[in-house]
């Protein structure tokens, strides 16, 4: 059996080779390669395509998110909640603003964050809720969103995962209050190195933003509030224009996939992603679970398919988070995901044939 990689970027490369070259002479030869054309049009676009008003491009999705957080006025003393199962990027940023992480446990039939341990954990300190939108799959944001209303509690999507994503046929990124992008590369939008951004309807959060990623300059050189240095550049916003035009093929062949995988796992003994009523996934990730998923892992890697873990340790049980105060078991959900789950290869370039041939593998292994 020739390799199956857990992804391929170098396809989606080729296939736009001549766009993206010339995007990229574009960039090139405008001479401005920072905050320019190319950034503002990015905006413009992302922000359209979202559904909102405003878009921001920074340096990164961490930096997304530490800015809607900080735009949002998040600050020392405040505390704000989030799911334990996450990339631990989702509580760097937390961090990064000082306030306190309360981590929540996973509605185990979604992943994503449970509306009652959110409702148990706000406290009088509670400024905000990052919502999660893990593996391209939307959050349950209804109680969510009526949570933060009666509270008056900030919710910061964290779509970094979610580009395309539906929830009750809104994008994901609109349906709180400021939302978080990342355009890592492996992202169902990906830049070629990092970039990120912030978007919102709200006017007041947005020029905040935009003073925070610049310095807090309104004029050039004169900081209006303190800053930061976090800004998209030209180079990934040219791509990014290119690879936009192209998202929703892309996720719908995510889908294709995801069905193809449903379908020919639907008899093997693991356990298959959800997909709730209310949304629309991109499918990031197509997650399975198996409760000797290292072994499947394993056997799996021996057949020459590559595949990930997203992610083998909850945020609370990490050494460098263990001054959050959580020992193991005190969130038994996300726990055991992170021992059962196993990410297989899903990109818009795998084929058919190879979609069957993972599939077959498990039926077998598993």
């Not at 900081?223 to 990934?236: A, F, P, T, V, W």
């Not at 057949?303 to 873990?309: F, N, Q, S, Y």
Request: charge should be neutral; hydrophobic fraction near 40%.
């Amino acid at each position: 059996m020739n390799s199956i990689p857990a992804f391929d970027l170098h396809q989606q490369y080729e296939q736009l080779r001549s766009e993206l070259d010339a995007a990229i002479a574009r960039a090139l030869n405008s001479g401005t390669y920072i905050l320019g054309k190319e950034v503002a049009a990015f905006e413009t676009e992302f922000a359209q395509y979202c559904g909102t008003s405003f878009a921001v491009g920074v340096a990164s999705g961490t930096d997304a998110l530490s800015l809607a957080l900080m735009a949002c006025e998040i600050a020392a003393g405040d505390e704000v909640i989030a799911p334990s199962h996450t990339a631990v990027a989702t509580i760097a940023a937390i961090e990064r603003t000082e306030a306190s992480p309360i981590l929540v446990d996973i509605d185990p039939a979604r992943y994503t964050m449970d509306p009652e341990k959110i409702a148990q954990a706000v406290t009088p300190k509670t400024k905000a809720i990052i919502p999660v939108h893990l593996y391209g799959c939307p959050a349950e944001m209804q109680p969510i969103l009526n949570l933060a209303k009666e509270k008056g509690i900030f919710v910061i999507e964290d779509a970094a995962q979610a580009h395309g994503a539906l929830w009750n046929k809104r994008k994901a990124g609109s349906l709180g209050d400021i939302a978080a992008f990342s355009f890592y590369p492996t992202k169902n939008l990906g830049a070629f190195g990092d970039g990120g951004a912030v978007l919102t309807n709200n006017p007041k959060l947005a020029e905040r933003v935009r003073l925070l990623h610049q310095y807090g300059w309104k004029e050039r050189y004169i900081s209006s509030i303190k800053g930061m240095n976090s800004r998209l550049d030209e180079m990934q916003a040219a791509i990014l224009r290119v690879k936009l035009k192209h998202l929703d093929k892309w996720n719908q062949r995510r889908r294709q996939i995801a069905d193809m995988y449903r379908k020919s796992l639907s008899s093997a003994p693991v356990q298959l992603p959800p997909h709730p009523l209310d949304v629309e996934p991109v499918y990031h990730q197509f997650v399975i679970r198996h409760p000797n998923r290292d072994s499947l892992r394993a056997a799996l890697q021996a057949l020459g398919i590559h595949t990930l873990v997203h992610y083998p340790i909850p945020v609370h049980l990490q050494p460098g988070y263990a001054n959050l105060g959580l020992r193991r078991g005190s969130l038994p959900h996300s726990e055991q995901a992170a021992r059962e789950i196993l990410s297989l290869p899903i990109y818009p370039e795998l084929t058919d044939e190879q979609v069957q041939k993972v599939a077959s593998a498990i039926c077998s292994l598993a």
